[in-house]
């Protein structure tokens, strides 16, 4: 099994980057449902001021193979598409467990 962890720092007011973060947590939670290869997604956006992150997701697939599946599948690529133009930054790491 991999686990995706991936954060992401917006760009904006504080009222822009949690409207923002909120339609794409929503959009990342119906994922697992349209994409075989995905077991489970949580999304977390940050409620803690003084860090500056502010969304954090972790999917669960079988392998690397199938991160890039994930990635790669339209609704994937179409709730990514909902950051464009907020996105100031983006960390990743995948590892097996």
């Known amino acids: 099994m991999v686990k995706h962890i991936v954060m992401f720092k917006l760009q904006g007011s504080v009222e822009e980057r949690l409207n923002v ?6 959009a990342l939670l119906a994922l697992p449902d349209v994409i075989d290869v995905l ?3 949580e ?8 860090e500056s992150w502010d969304v ?12 890039a599946v994930y990635a790669n599948h339209p609704a994937h690529v179409a709730a990514a598409g909902l950051l464009a133009g907020h996105k100031e ?4 790491v995948d590892y097996e467990f």
């Open 21 to 26: 973060a909120r339609r794409f947590k929503d």
């Open 39 to 41: 077991h489970s997604m």
């Open 43 to 50: 999304v977390g956006i940050n409620e803690n001021p003084v």
């Open 56 to 67: 954090v997701l972790t999917a669960v697939v079988d392998n690397m193979e199938d991160v």
């Open 89 to 92: 930054l983006r960390a990743c």
